[in-house]
């Protein structure tokens, strides 16, 4: 992989936000959150469709969003942080902090085997309907008796089982160790020493105005309906934490290599050292955190399911990338949505080759940036986009815009050639551009098809009440 550098993460972060404007609306998401931050600079914070759609209060930068099993990530680095101290040890039996648990098949657990999803612990006990607000999320007492009853689901160590009341049993163990209620000890020993204002370990009533509106999904029903903000108790340290896409990164930051807010580098190593392959997925698990790769650049982060808000955050600790996307529906693509930011820099980085194995021809003085935009026709949504110096004919309505793209050439100030794509396509061919100044009116190319500006085109679909040859689409 090329070196990262500042621009190229500026001309994929460019397109990212312009491409997620359009996918809010493409996929009826009620609202979208990002921010990506490279090198401690806040590259994008950004904000689209509502936080609340029956008051119909558009969604800020500043809306807060459940963030779920992101809170696993801050137990993992409270953990750790004990364990720098001397307050506990990795091989410790849970039961030695949390002496409910004595004499039961989860007391004998070590701390490494719940950090890790070894445990073979239940994933939320035999009654995980509090996800669904048949009842509240359980209570301390509850997951005491959760932790005790059938918990043990298979042997400890035999494969990765992801387990929230594990994550529960954490906190317990933090609390115990540091002498603090778990929401006190992550509130002062991370979210504090960040400077964190958004972000929290369970949810504030004082600040319920504060928090975008969760949705159900469009899979079983016509439309969305709205789901309550509920405490998550007990399970705080599984699922609990709320924050911003920008917080979330400026967090994520914090476990870059050679920042030691929180962890050492050998704590960070540790954390983020592969424990599990974890089955049917393409990602491994260390401590809180899942490694991923993405066309040879590898990334940590965690994902978030809460009723109504799903969310995702990777990082790169070498190159000191991070990119969050927060999303408040309960099928929100999150992860697709934050995939996209990793493979558009990584295009931005390399770029694409070019059918003929070349490179790109100097673009002999012409400006590159004026054939950038959304164009549209009958058929097809489509973006030229600048990335790394290079132009590509991109798909918006993709859920990966790196995917099927189609490396650009330039002819001349009017013109570009098709230079690669898929068979099917029309490589060689011309892509024409007519120019009013420095607007483009339209495009021919592509099966010599003509687009144009793409809200020329939904201005016109607004009055039509059928296309024909006497009355096209434009």
Known sequence: MSELT?????????????????????????????????????????????????????????????????????????????????????????????????DSAAGRLT???????????????????????????????QLKRIATDRADIIAANERFKYSNIGYGLLGLVVAAASGQSYNSYVTEHVVARLGLADTGPEYEPARAGDFARGYSSLAYADHRVPIDQVDTRALAAATGFYSTAEDVVRYAAAHFDGDERLLTDESKRLMRRAEWTVEGGQSEY??????????????????????????????????RLAVSVLTNAIDGPADTLANAL??????????????????PPPANGVDLRRFTGRYANLWRVSDVALLG????????????????????????????????????????????????????????????????????LTAAAAKR????VEAPLR
């Not at 650049?297 to 990777?314: A, E, F, K, L, S």
């Not at 990793?342 to 490179?359: F, K, T």
């Not at 995917?403 to 490589?427: A, E, F, H, M, W």
């Not at 009440?465 to 024909?468: F, L, P, R």
């Open 6 to 102: 500042r621009a190229a993460v500026a001309d994929a972060v460019s397109y990212f936000d312009y491409w997620l404007r359009f996918r809010q609306g493409y996929a009826r998401i009620p609202g979208v959150q990002a921010a990506v931050l490279y090198d401690d600079e806040i590259m994008l914070s950004s904000a689209y469709g509502y936080a609340d759609i029956e008051a119909g209060t558009e969604l800020t930068r500043g809306h807060l969003f459940r963030i779920a099993s992101h809170s696993k990530t801050f137990t993992a680095t409270a953990v750790l942080q004990l364990l720098e101290q001397g307050a506990l040890r990795l091989d410790d039996a849970v039961e030695r902090w949390v002496p409910f648990l004595h």
């Open 465 to 468: 009440a059928t296309v024909s």
């Open 111 to 141: 701390l490494r085997e719940l950090l890790a999803h070894g445990s073979g612990l239940v994933r939320d006990g035999h009654d995980g309907d509090f996800w669904q607000l048949y009842h509240s999320f359980p209570d301390e007492e």
């Open 389 to 456: 110096g290079r132009l590509y004919l991109m798909v918006p309505t993709s859920d990966d815009p790196t995917q099927g793209l189609t490396p650009l050439t330039v002819v001349d100030d009017r013109t570009l050639k098709i230079s690669g794509g898929v068979g099917y396509g029309s490589y060689g061919e011309a892509l024409t551009f007519e120019f009013d100044g420095a607007a483009v009116v339209s495009v021919r190319g592509g099966s010599a098809t003509t687009s144009y500006p793409i809200d020329e």
């Open 286 to 319: 260390g401590f809180g955190l899942a490694r991923f790769e993405f066309g040879g650049r590898r990334v940590y982060g965690h994902g978030g399911g809460y009723p109504g808000h799903i969310t995702r955050t990777y990082f790169d600790p070498a190159d």
């Open 342 to 359: 990793i493979r558009l820099v990584n295009l931005a980085v390399e770029g694409a080759p070019l059918a003929d194995g070349g490179s």
